[in-house]
């Protein structure tokens, strides 16, 4: 199985802050990578497929990049909606697997 | 709009049997994978199973083969997930996703349903 490591697993930031999260898959996956957002009592949503494609109806100020082995996603200017929990996943080979999440919560 | 509605889910106790359901709307059912996926309370999501749009190929996580089964009726536009000799370590919200053709990945999810399995 494809093991996926995120970090930090946890993060503050204050809105308007640029932030950073990274996911390192065990081996390559080409850019077989999603971005999911997920609040307190709610489905993951989808944000980033491909490594780097916006879903449909996504804010701009998300962004996805790497391929191989390690992998971004920044919030080019954080705000209040995005207090979440956010989570990779690599569709390159069964089973499918997620990372850990990063909790991003309020400085 | 896309809507994926589960039910099914509950109390059970360890070694018994729970369906879950999916009822979708708002697209074509017939022409999508769907999936099932599980989350433990304060853990990450965990691919449990997939089945073919046309319902003739399923596959299943190693934690659940030979006691999940994954189906689907077309004509209802349901998906569905018979859960046998469930464990403590089944306890979970799962939640059925359609897996998107030009995403690949899963695109649309239900809101989730939790399964409790505790004596």
């Known amino acids: 199985d494809i093991q996926m490591i995120q970090s930090p697993s946890s993060l503050s930031a204050s809105v308007g802050d640029r932030v950073t999260i990274t996911c390192r898959a065990s081996?390559?996956?080409?850019?077989?990578l999603s971005w999911f957002q997920q609040k307190p009592g709610q489905a993951p949503n989808l944000l980033i497929y491909?490594?780097?494609t916006l879903q449909r109806g996504v804010p701009s100020r998300f962004s996805g990049s790497g391929s191989g082995t390690d992998f971004t996603l920044t919030i080019s200017s954080l705000q209040p909606e995005d207090f979440a929990t956010y989570y990779c996943?690599?569709?390159?080979?069964?089973?499918?697997?997620f990372g850990p999440g990063t909790k991003v919560d309020i400085k | 709009e896309v809507q994926l509605v589960e039910s099914g889910g509950g109390i059970v106790q360890p070694g018994g049997s729970l369906r879950l359901s999916c009822s979708a709307s708002?697209?074509?059912?017939?022409?999508?994978?769907m999936h099932w996926v599980r989350q433990a309370p304060g853990k990450g999501p965990v691919w449990v199973s997939r089945?073919?749009?046309?319902?003739?190929?399923?596959n299943y996580a190693d934690s659940v083969k030979g006691r999940f089964t994954v189906s689907r009726d077309n004509a209802k536009n349901t998906l569905y997930l018979e859960m046998n000799s469930l464990r403590v370590d089944d306890t979970a919200v799962y939640y059925c996703?359609?897996?998107?053709?030009?995403?690949?990945?899963?695109?649309?999810w239900g809101q989730g349903n939790l399964v409790t399995v505790s004596s």
């Open positions: 996703a359609r897996w998107g053709s030009v995403a690949g990945t899963f695109d649309y």
């Open positions: 708002g697209f074509t059912f017939n022409n999508y994978w």
């Open positions: 089945i073919k749009s046309d319902g003739t190929i399923a």
């Open positions: 081996q390559s996956i080409s850019n077989y």
């Open positions: 491909d490594a780097s």
């Open positions: 996943q690599q569709s390159y080979s069964f089973p499918l697997t």
